[in-house]
T-cell receptor, first 110, second 116 residues
């Protein structure tokens, strides 16, 4: 069961903040976030593990609510380089088996 | 380090033809994955491997086969290509950490496949 991301798309001005949400119908072991620019491969941003461990990008933060089976990615003081499609991936138990959401397209304008 | 590489970058097939996509990683990662990404959509896991000699089905395995004979290589095969398999195919790898099974995935540049 793939996770559901919201919103599907968001448009910002430079310096504004954004929140992207990822929710699952199953209990989660981990959530990871990637950014993909058009025509390129996804690039790792952040991973959040059951129990609170986090690892990721310096300027991007995220939360993981295990009880609600949700994660949120916080992009603060957005820059033009933040534009792209953001995907969350989740693991629900089988080591190695990841399921990705359909993505949130972020456009940052000058 | 080259990271994750994929061969070929582009390919056009006719319906019914077969082909093999090669993924190679030089990071000594245990886990490797094959995904497909259709336009405007997310990544769909086709097959994955948690170690040399082992493979498992993902979300959309039908019409594909895989092999992991060497730790650094993961091959994806299409035995009889169909237009529905037109997509961008990404390979990824990740490491196994003691006490933690889930780590970030490193993606290859992708293979753009068109089936006519």
């Amino acid at each position: 069961q793939q996770p559901v991301q919201s919103p599907q798309a968001v448009i910002l001005r430079e310096g504004e903040d954004a929140v992207i949400n990822c929710s699952s119908s199953k209990a989660l072991y981990s959530v990871h976030w990637y950014r993909q620019k058009h025509g390129e491969a996804p690039v790792f941003l952040m991973i959040l593990l059951k129990g609170g461990e986090q690892k990721g990008h310096e300027k991007i933060s995220a939360s993981f609510n295990e009880k609600k089976q949700q994660s949120s990615l916080y992009l603060t003081a957005s820059q033009l380089s933040y534009s792209g499609t953001y995907f969350c991936g989740t693991e629900t138990g089988n080591a190695g088996k990841s399921t990705f959401g359909d993505g949130t397209t972020l456009t940052v304008k000058p | 380090n080259a990271g994750v590489t994929q061969t070929p970058k582009f390919r056009v097939l006719k319906t019914g033809q077969s082909m093999t996509l090669l993924c190679a990683q030089d990071m000594n990662h245990e886990y490797m994955y094959w995904y497909r990404q259709d336009p405007g959509m997310g990544l769909r896991l086709i097959h994955y491997s948690v170690g040399e000699g082992t493979t498992a089905k993902g979300e959309v395995p039908d019409g594909y086969n895989v092999s992991r004979l060497k730790k650094q290589n993961f091959l994806l095969g299409l035995e009889s290509a169909a237009p529905s398999q037109t997509s961008v195919y990404f390979c990824a790898s990740s490491y196994s950490d003691s006490g933690r099974d889930y780590n970030e995935q490193f993606f290859g540049p992708g293979t753009r496949l068109t089936v006519l």
